[in-house]
């Protein structure tokens, strides 16, 4: 069993900064992942990163948002600059294995779940 705990969601304005946070407890996985999901709409893959420290993001957040772990500390953050407000919305941290030895952005192969942070972005 893995557990998941998210932090450092909030309220910014459009171009602000944000850094979440993502405690594991329980055995480790190969991948950990950000999701999220807005208002009214289907859960979404925003950035992935393998254990080894390979990454994919999803278009949308390319060149804005860093994902980052720091294995001594089970810990996963995604570092969310350049905030717009489509950006907002319930981010989630999820783990999971990998395949092909490749972690992906769908929420359906991730099998643990945090309880997730909101974050949202005014204009």
């Known amino acids: 069993q893995v557990h998941l705990v998210e932090s450092g969601g909030g309220s910014v304005q459009s171009g602000g900064s944000l850094r979440l946070s993502c405690k594991a407890s329980?055995?480790?996985?190969?991948?950990m992942g950000w999701f999220r999901q807005a208002s009214g709409k289907e859960r979404e893959g925003v950035a992935v990163?393998?254990?080894?420290?390979?990454?994919a993001y999803a278009e949308s957040v390319k060149g804005r948002f860093t994902i980052s772990q720091d294995n001594a500390k089970n810990t996963g953050y995604l570092q969310m600059n350049s905030l717009k407000p489509e950006d907002s919305g319930m981010y989630y941290c999820?783990?999971?294995?990998?395949?092909?030895?490749?972690?992906?952005?769908?929420?359906?192969?991730?099998?643990?779940w945090g309880q997730g942070t909101q974050v949202t972005v005014s204009s």
């Open positions: 329980g055995y480790s996985v190969y991948c």
């Open positions: 999820a783990a999971g294995p990998s395949y092909g030895s490749r972690c992906y952005l769908g929420p359906t192969l991730y099998k643990y």
């Open positions: 990163i393998d254990r080894d420290g390979g990454s």
